[in-house]
DNA sequence: AGATTGGCCCAAAGCGCTTTGGACATGGGC
DNA sequence: GCCCATGTCCAAAGCGCTTTGGGCCAATCT
């Protein structure tokens, strides 16, 4: 069934079906009320590929996930913040287009992307310090919004959350308890997101005249098992740090494991601050782990950001959106004075 | 730049053009040659917009992702299944088109993606055991393939793991052990893969002639708090358990960390089998947790699908292909002999 | 009364491709 | 020398919508 012919079956030319579906102001209440009956009778639904070749638009957003050697798995962080924008999305009647890629061919998936008209906006996580993308986004004119920062100085629109500074407070907030010897487990740092808690962590030990050691600092693709790899070495080592600082719960729950194996108890022996992004299914909350955590839920952004980015469709120019969450430490069951020595 | 632009700068007509960009035979060498070189100096890429009505065709597939009051959540394991799809989506040049939505709305959106012609094909995952998007997925006349099975007889395209051996196996290997009261930290039993391992487990127990005890099955999503508060509770049990099914790796480590509280070593005092999708970010491998687990990459069976479906799209009829995978039970350090009451 | 407005509707022109149905040479076979 | 196959190209007709630019008539204004 196509509009030609339920305006035939109307008795009405399509041009006024068309209206009556769109809410143009044009067309008599009662034959709007007619038309939309008769739609929805014949289940009518407009062909999507005409749709957007006659408007110009494809009412859809993108979104590139490259996997390169380092990262080659699909970061569970990202899809809870898919998660997020898409409810948005679909909210608002827009698709979400995944593209999966090799690293290598992130640049080429963009341009496709842009020079095929397939989306009408870009959604862009996770950027480097020096951010690769963003010369070839501007080349492709398509409008963007950036979740995380960059070095740069930058007019484009972002999201991002107060990594340094929740990374300051958690290294206060251990600092305070009698800690000295901390240990980082960190991030990839080549993203902005871990190079700035990297930042705030060594503010912090600076700040108390502590000079940081790299023994025990360290960055990587945050899965449990590099959690479990350091802890492990750090705590075998000749000088073990009495606290941990780690950039997702995922690595935390790998270091709980090390010190579980060695005997020692979060929060007693060891203690853990882990960031936290509410993962859906690492729920720290209640009677669970409970870690103590700088907390920002990762969908919660999402599902901004998506606001944002339709929002920006629907009236470009304008100043770009630049939105800094702050992020709450909360005290969970991990942390502890420093014991004694 | 389009193709008529294009076309006007060379000399030639669109349909000239048209042919030599898609490798049409009726086309001098020459002419292709100058025509690629054109389009890749213009960097010109077809609009797809109007590219798909012309063929009338998408050339995308369709993910539905619905989120319930139960399963709030996006799974952690459609992550990385929609990581193997994607990859075989961009490399075949397809697009992929995720819905998230509520799950009241999930036909809807079925429904939509279908009548709107956005995509053509469907991916169907975690099917329940009465399938209810069956009968609409026949109404609406896509191709279509489930990665899993369903209660019903089917004539439709699936690929799944066989879940109830498995499960069967693992239940075995720690009867052998000479465990006898073994608990079952399941998914949630309205899905068909849950049901199965369920099955598989009691199938085993009975072979032995061991009666079942509710009081230690159960089934829920699978998170890490899940597989925690259910360890907490059955080992703290006048009658615990020595030994522990988990249907993911997450419950598993929740297992774990309720154990470790209580002072007890995996495959020592406890043991714990998982199955384990190979989450890329859960690695259980090398020097890892290694839960001894029933593994099957999920990653693997997201290629595979997208394969399948992709092949069928392009040549529709003839059978439908099932494929059912086996799974390894691989031995790690997380089971034991049953320790002497 | 004639002129003007506004409400309601329609025909037709795109959107930028692909594809059908030729057109026009050229060359080989008889 | 004629015919037909072959190679190479093009004009034009869609694909199914949206949107522009009227048209017509009843209601309102002067």
Redesign the interface.
């Known amino acids: 069934m196509n509009l030609k012919e339920l305006a035939a079956s109307l008795n009405l030319s399509p041009t006024t079906v068309s209206r009556a579906l769109n809410g143009y102001p044009e067309v008599r209440a009662e034959t709007r009320a007619r038309v939309l009956e008769a739609a929805e009778a014949a289940?009518?639904?407009?062909?999507?590929?005409?749709?957007?070749?006659a408007m110009?638009r494809?009412m859809?957003i993108g979104h590139v996930?490259s996997?390169s050697e380092e990262a080659?798995?699909?970061?569970?962080i990202?899809?809870?913040f898919?998660?997020g924008a898409?409810?948005v999305?679909?909210r608002e009647g827009y698709?979400?287009?995944?593209?999966?890629?090799p690293q290598d061919?992130e640049a080429a998936?963009y341009?496709?992307l842009a020079?095929?008209?397939?989306v009408d906006g870009l959604m862009i996580q996770a950027p480097r310090c020096q951010e690769p993308r963003l010369p070839l986004l501007k080349e492709l004119g398509l409008p963007f919004i950036v979740h995380g920062r960059t070095d740069t100085a930058s007019d484009h629109p972002w999201l991002d959350i107060a990594n340094r500074s929740a990374f300051k407070q958690a290294t206060n907030f251990l600092l305070d308890l009698g800690h000295r010897r901390i240990a980082l487990v960190n991030g990839l740092e080549q993203f902005d997101y871990a190079a700035r808690r990297r930042r705030g962590y060594l503010e912090a030990l600076e700040a108390r005249g502590i000079a940081p050691d790299p023994a025990i600092m360290r960055g990587a693709?945050?899965?449990?098992?590099y959690g479990?790899?350091s802890a492990a070495e750090f705590l075998d080592s000749d000088d073990p740090p009495t606290a941990f600082l780690a950039s997702s719960i995922?690595p935390a729950?790998g270091i709980?494991?090390a010190a579980?194996e060695r005997g020692l108890r979060l929060g007693r022996d060891v203690s853990v601050i882990a960031h936290d992004d509410v993962?859906?299914?690492?729920?720290?909350d209640?009677?669970?782990?409970a870690f103590t955590a700088t907390r920002s839920p990762i969908r919660k952004a999402g599902q901004r950001c998506a606001e944002l980015l339709i929002a920006q469709i629907g009236a470009p120019g304008g100043a770009p959106v630049q939105e800094l969450w702050q992020v709450e430490l909360t005290v969970g069951r991990t942390t502890g004075p420093c014991p004694a020595t």
Request: aromatic residues 8%.
């Open positions: 289940n009518y639904r407009p062909n999507s590929r005409a749709r957007r070749l110009g494809s859809a996930i996997l080659q798995m699909i970061n569970p990202f899809a809870d898919l998660a898409g409810e999305y679909a698709d979400l287009v995944l593209s999966i890629v061919q998936a341009r496709q020079a095929s008209g397939s693709e945050m899965t449990e098992s479990y790899a995922l729950i709980r494991r579980g993962l859906s299914y690492l729920y720290n209640g009677d669970g782990p």
